[in-house]
């Protein structure tokens, strides 16, 4: 019979895996708490209108992407390719938006039908943060600044580069849609094949082709930033005025554009080039228009989403995982003879109970070579148990390169709470 396996691009992450996910998301965790950010969690599934209506019908997302199927009812629902939408309908939905400021943020699951390669999935993992309400140039300071904090935390400052821009209002940005249509008309042979497609649905992401000839012919093209309104030339410019200030280096890339239709005057990326072609691992801006699109009061917004696999990717490529964090848990706790296995597996509950927060292994498999199997786990301390004359149980406790023989279960409780107590 053949064997079942996981769906291409759809990937298990297994037990080695897990505790660098861990890592990860306890740092993200702990830096959005720091910065006043709640936590919101949305269904995997949505109406496809949802994505439709935000997205963009014209865009490759929503036209060669997406997961979308009709349920039992014949509603057509969709696996969620990203989280903003999503975010925005739970928001107005319960009435979290209107006149009112939230900060918030999520992780989960995504799904985009797309070739699978290193670093791009169809089934991805992302951090998203979402902040409502603030229409000015102060929150877009903020959600940079946590981001920069998220790779100090993670010791990959030095490996990133912020890029920002403005896509200036929707009439601003509409003007400057005509100007680059006429311009690219002229040269519209010379366009690469997607360029071509995209003059007609999507001219910005044209900006964003990597094609060789069509970045020579975007060398003369109109710039953005020279068409901006002044309130978006205003904001973009205090926003770097505040980025200065806090020492946050960046760089002004007239042609970076976002992916969706939503965004509006800010925008930035966070790049890198130790990955390769996937060189993005952190992306947002300010998409003001969205919540009224989908039905909503006008609302200001601004967001960014990172993608958990392409951050695991740059962690382990600059080697920044710390030991600890590889480590699932301290203690491996082991009978040195037979017939006292059940005073073992007691003494494991005692101990976890009296030093709380540590992890302890009991060893179920048998009594061979215990020492070596037990250092191999690569616990972080080792305790051998016996039975001693008067029936008692003591234990040789390893920790590192120090080792103490005989230690009764009290005694030992008190050396665990030193080396592992909160």
């Known amino acids: 019979m053949t064997k079942i ?40 599934v949505e109406q496809t209108d949802l994505f439709k209506r935000s997205i963009g019908e014209v865009t490759d997302i929503v036209e060669k992407e997406m997961y979308t199927f009709d349920d039992r009812n014949g509603e057509s629902l969709t696996l969620r ?42 089934q991805f993992h992302q951090v998203g943060v979402e902040a409502f309400g603030m229409a000015g140039p102060d929150v877009d300071a903020e959600l940079i600044l946590m981001t920069a904090a998220f790779w100090r935390e993670l010791g990959m400052s030095d490996a ?43 001219p910005l992401r044209v900006l964003d082709s990597k ?24 904001d973009f410019k205090a926003l770097c005025d505040m980025l200065d200030a806090a020492g946050v280096r960046y760089e002004v890339n007239p042609y970076l554009v ?12 966070w ?55 590889r480590q699932t848990f301290d203690l491996y706790l082991a009978a040195e003879h037979k017939g006292i296995q059940a005073e073992v597996v007691l003494l494991a ?14 060893h179920c498999a048998g009594l061979k070579n215990i020492a070596t199997k037990a250092r191999q786990t690569g616990a972080a301390a080792i305790v051998l148990v016996k039975r001693v004359e008067d029936d008692s149980i003591q234990g040789s406790l390893w920790h590192h390169d120090e080792t103490e023989y005989d230690v009764s279960p009290e005694q030992l409780i008190e050396r665990l709470r030193t080396l592992f107590g909160n």
């Open 5 to 44: 396996k996981a769906i291409r691009g759809m990937n298990d992450i297994l037990p080695d895996q897990t505790p660098v996910w861990q890592y990860l998301e306890a740092t993200i965790k702990r830096v959005v708490s720091e910065y006043g950010y709640s936590e919101i969690r949305m269904p995997i």
């Open 81 to 122: 390719p990203e989280g903003t939408a999503c975010c925005v309908r739970a928001g107005e939905e319960h009435g979290l938006l209107y006149n009112q400021t939230q900060r918030l943020w999520y992780t989960g699951p995504m799904f985009r039908y797309e070739k699978p390669q290193k670093g791009r999935y169809r």
């Open 160 to 202: 990133v580069t912020l890029q920002l821009n403005s896509l200036g209002s929707n009439q601003a940005r509409a003007a400057y849609r005509d100007a680059l249509v006429a311009y690219l008309q002229q040269h519209f042979d010379q366009l690469d094949e997607d360029s071509q497609r995209r003059l007609e649905s999507n």
């Open 211 to 234: 094609d060789e000839g069509t970045r020579a012919i975007l060398e003369q093209a109109p710039v953005l930033t020279d068409h901006l309104d002044e309130e978006s030339a205003s």
């Open 258 to 269: 976002r992916g969706l239709d939503y965004y509006c005057k800010t925008v930035f990326e």
């Open 271 to 325: 790049v890198t080039d130790k990955l390769g072609a996937q060189g993005t691992v952190c992306a947002g801006g300010r998409y003001d228009g969205l919540v009224k699109q989908l039905g909503g009061k006008p609302t200001p917004a601004v967001g960014f989403a990172m993608g958990i696999e392409r951050l695991i990717l740059l962690l382990e490529t600059l080697e920044l995982v710390p030991a600890a964090a």
């Open 349 to 362: 509950e005692q101990l976890r109970r009296a030093v709380p927060g540590m992890r302890v292994r009991v």
